[in-house]
């Protein structure tokens, strides 16, 4: 994703930073807000592989699309049935609680959503606890420091995650999505991917809007500089995979563009 100037991306920052403090109360008006796996599939399954999704339905032909988008996340971050313990996982955007219990019983070692606020009920906080989840207070456009990622860190016990998911859908419209600042959140949760790590992203849900083809032509030049990174996008989703050696961090988009 191209660079923007200076001027503008500081306009768009301000703007961002707007937004966020006039929807910060409506934390549990969203429609959508602490969906559950089933939900987060009718966005996402745009990026599933095609070929494992076809694999699936050759074994069944009835099966559910919300298992597929599980069983391609459980068997790709568990390296194909190998035995891997300890992975971690964070929804960006959004509470997590009933996203992360889609998933097979202790797959997940520790598992945290972020938000604006903490507005669960004390049934959920319990439930929660029980399951080694934790619901972390933060603003995930925040490029200004690093407090955001230490909170997740320390809360997790943990340097890097292995899942990262994040849709937020109807505050992507308040959102200025200048392609410099989409770029340095993307390089920033890529950092913070361990290898083998998975990566689910929805960037856009308007139409009249350039955030798709920005997207798409980052994506199109790091598959070719760096063909173990595998992105795939579609319907204003982006799935992206850090396979084992790919690199640890992708270099800016002025830098991609450039060379």
Same mark, same amino acid.
Request: glycine content about 6%; overall charge neutral; aromatic content about 12%.
């Given at each position: ?10 306009r768009a920052l301000r703007k961002n930073e707007s937004a ?16 559950? #796996? ?17 694999? #699936? %339905? /050759? ?23 190998? /035995?891997q313990s300890d992975l971690f996982a964070v929804e960006f955007g959004g509470p997590g609680s009933e996203f992360f /219990? ?13 938000? %604006?606020? *903490? ?11 029980? =399951? ?8 995930? #456009?925040?490029? /200004?420091?690093?407090?955001?990622? =230490? ?10 995650? !292995? ?12 959102? !200025? ?52 990174? *595998?992105?795939?996008?579609? =319907? ?24």
């Amino acid at each position: 994703m191209r660079e923007g100037k200076f001027g503008e991306i500081k306009r768009a920052l301000r703007k961002n930073e707007s937004a966020i403090l006039r929807h910060s109360d409506y934390e549990g008006d969203w429609f959508i807000y602490d969906s559950s #796996l089933e939900n987060f599939t009718r966005d996402f399954r745009y990026v599933l592989p095609e070929d494992f999704y076809k694999k #699936l %339905l /050759q074994e069944n032909e009835e099966i559910r699309i919300r298992e597929i988008f599980r069983r391609y996340i459980e068997e790709t971050l568990s390296k194909s049935g190998e /035995q891997q313990s300890d992975l971690f996982a964070v929804e960006f955007g959004g509470p997590g609680s009933e996203f992360f /219990q889609g998933f097979s019983k202790n797959f997940f070692k520790k598992t945290a959503g972020v938000c %604006l606020k *903490d507005i669960r009920s004390k049934d959920i906080k319990f439930n929660d606890a029980r =399951n080694n989840h934790s619901v972390i207070t933060g603003n995930i #456009l925040d490029l /200004q420091s690093d407090q955001l990622f =230490n909170k997740i860190t320390q809360t997790l016990g943990i340097e890097k995650v !292995d899942l990262i998911i994040s849709r937020m859908d109807g505050p992507l419209s308040f959102f !200025d999505k200048n392609g410099a600042i989409l770029d340095s959140i993307i390089r920033n949760w890529y950092n913070f991917l361990n290898k083998n790590g998975l990566m689910f992203i929805k960037f856009e849900r308007t139409l009249e809007s350039d955030t798709r083809f920005l997207v798409e032509k980052w994506s199109g030049v790091i598959k070719k500089r760096f063909p173990k990174v *595998d992105i795939q996008t579609g =319907n204003y989703v982006l799935r992206l995979h850090k396979g084992t050696d790919a690199p640890e961090e992708l270099p800016p988009a002025t830098q991609l563009f450039r060379e």
